[in-house]
């Protein structure tokens, strides 16, 4: 008996070979079978992509057992000699699930940190720790969160941040993006500094494949690396407005050229501006880049996107703050009604210590008011960020007096 194909699906029947043995296929989007009986009322579907195949005996007791084929459970049983096939549920909504699963246990322990962890008490700006001698209850953090919500500040910074974009296309697919965003401050002159942003994205694309009838079935998508984004801005060390400019550039360093990234070298400029009056943090980041080296057009379309993220901080005690930060996004070659996304929505944050190490952590909601056809209406958002702030002598000094101030009163293991 055997699984026919058919224009890329699996039809829903299967044909005896008459001499006891079965042999069934898989596909690459992993539908996990069961062969039935012909009392059987569901029938099954996937994209078609033969990965092997396997023997078995129907006169084996029990009537049912399973086998493990390209990493997915497919069981067989038997009544005489005629049977169908049917789905028990595909490998991929077994992966969504799982996603959303770690999705939801990721943002419970982001809660759960932000609640309990310690405060960040700050004596000596961006280097006190909190001891026994000082209390978990923030004193003065303003010096550190004014540096870590500003993305052009002279401070080491690794943001770490999941992006999940919901709802993509008729089966209701995650788009998933880890940008991991380090920042590092150089000085160039007494006046003058350069900051270094650099996105790497590690990407996971639903593909766009035609449905079959009936209830969405499609699980097949593309992970790996998308192309890389470092951006170098130019700012002044004093100025009443903290601004700062120069190039960005889109590396094509995607794995997958035709899922997961343009195929193309891309630049163009840049520039941040941003305000801080108490309570308050202010700015945008903008930049528009142009395509000038790479695949041919003809594979791969010329690029010209326009970017813009505004952001507003409302800080408040203890080291809590709202805020909102939406990435409106415009590709000048998009067809009519397909050129912006723009988001709206927030979130809210706080910067803390986790043990010694000061971090800022964010989760954000948005949805999108405007958005090209076939993208995601809504997304999530998180953050941690590790923060590492320039330390004189003095102050790391008086950290490493801390620590071991804390490590002599912590209670010795038996």
């Not at 042999?23 to 029938?43: E, I």
């Not at 004596?123 to 540096?147: C, I, K, W």
């Not at 940008?179 to 593909?207: A, E, F, G, H, K």
Request: with cysteine.
């Amino acid at each position: 008996m055997f699984i026919k194909f058919l224009h890329g699906r699996i039809v829903t029947w299967i044909e005896s070979l008459g001499n006891g043995q079965i042999v069934h296929t898989v596909t690459s989007a992993s539908v996990a079978v069961r062969m039935m009986p012909l009392d059987c009322k569901y029938v099954m579907s996937g994209t078609s992509s033969f990965l092997g195949a396997h023997k078995c005996d129907p006169l084996r007791s029990p009537p049912l057992w399973p086998t493990r084929m390209a990493g997915v459970v497919v069981s067989v049983g038997v009544r005489g000699s005629t049977m169908r096939a049917c789905t028990i549920g595909s490998a991929g909504d077994k992966l969504v699930f799982v996603r959303r699963s770690l999705l939801v246990l990721f943002a419970f322990l982001l809660f759960t940190v932000v609640v309990l962890a310690q405060d960040t008490p700050v004596g000596v700006p961006g280097t006190q720790v909190a001891t026994e001698e000082t209390p978990a209850a923030a004193t003065n953090t303003d010096a550190l969160r004014n540096a870590a919500q500003n993305p052009i500040a002279s401070l080491i910074s690794v943001p770490i941040q999941p992006n999940f974009n919901f709802d993509i296309g008729p089966a209701d697919r995650t788009q998933n993006v880890l940008n991991i965003q380090p920042v590092v401050p150089l000085s160039l002159t007494t006046n003058w500094n350069l900051i270094v942003r650099w996105i790497t994205p590690i990407v996971y694309q639903p593909l766009p494949l035609p449905q079959p009838p009936g209830p969405p079935l499609q699980t097949t998508g593309v992970y790996g690396l998308g192309d890389m984004n470092p951006s170098f801005f130019l700012v002044p060390k004093k100025s009443k407005v903290i601004w700062g400019v120069g190039p960005t550039v889109v590396l094509p360093t995607a794995t997958n050229t035709t899922y997961l990234g343009q195929g193309k070298l891309s630049m163009g400029p840049g520039f941040v501006a941003l305000v801080q009056p108490k309570p308050w943090t202010v700015g945008f980041l903008t930049n528009n880049v142009w395509s000038v080296a790479g695949h041919s057009d003809r594979d791969k379309p010329a690029v010209n996107q326009f970017l813009l993220q505004w952001f507003v901080n409302y800080n408040m005690k203890k080291g809590w703050y709202l805020t909102t930060s939406p990435i409106i996004t415009a590709n000048w070659r998009a067809t009519s009604g397909n050129v912006w996304t723009t988001p709206f929505g927030g979130g809210v944050g706080r910067i803390m210590k986790l043990g010694f190490q000061p971090v800022n952590i964010s989760a954000q909601v948005y949805g999108n008011a405007v958005y090209p056809t076939g993208t995601s209406p809504w997304g999530l958002r998180l953050q941690v960020v590790l923060l590492f702030p320039k330390l004189t002598k003095d102050q790391q000094k008086m950290l490493l007096e801390q620590k071991l101030k804390q490590m002599e009163k912590e209670p010795a293991q038996k």
